[in-house]
């Protein structure tokens, strides 16, 4: 995630329980006065993955999925746990820059506040026979703004599929409930992480209401 800041570090840290396992996320400043906890999955090792690849499955499981998607790129390893825990095999991977054999891919564009610019999220045409007419449940790592969730839940729609649910590690303050509309009700998330502001004696805590 960019950073206006020359040196994004704090020093401070937030903890938080993942379905009963705790970690530490840095917290990082985004700008002089708005600073978030960065969880890095591809930091946090394999075991961290597969835990959270089971609880994301017991709780996406009632909604009966055929299949999962998950949007590149920390979506991938999500995608990957939470498809092996629920007994599945294929699972489909919404690209978010061009490859070679995506050149006549089907492309939502969506509009990033973390990422600087408009982002695109791209599906082979190849992969749409495992979503047309099936249970798709959609997973992340985090959502916070809901752009990326709202687009890829748009792009697999488009690809004939009903979104039986959402499955994130994080949901990070409330942003992504305006943009989700009622689809908010499709998100299962392992724990919440606030956003933080920097108190006057040069602390960093937690906005409320975040
Ligand atoms: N706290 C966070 N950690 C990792 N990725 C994020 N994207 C948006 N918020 C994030």
Redesign the pocket.
Known sequence: ?PSDIADPRTGQSWTVDVAGQAIDLPIVAIKPDFA?????LIDLGVRFGAHIGQALAEALAPAKPDIVVGAATLGIPVAIEVTRALGLDNYVILQKSPKLHLANALEQRISSI?SKGEQRLLLDRAALPLLAGKRVVVVD??V?SGSSLRGSLELVRRAGAEVVGVGVI?T?AKDWHETLGLDRDLVHGLAH?PQFTKAPNGRWEPIPGT
């Open positions: 995630m978030i906890s960065l969880m890095m973390t790592d985090v916070a994080l990070e992480i």
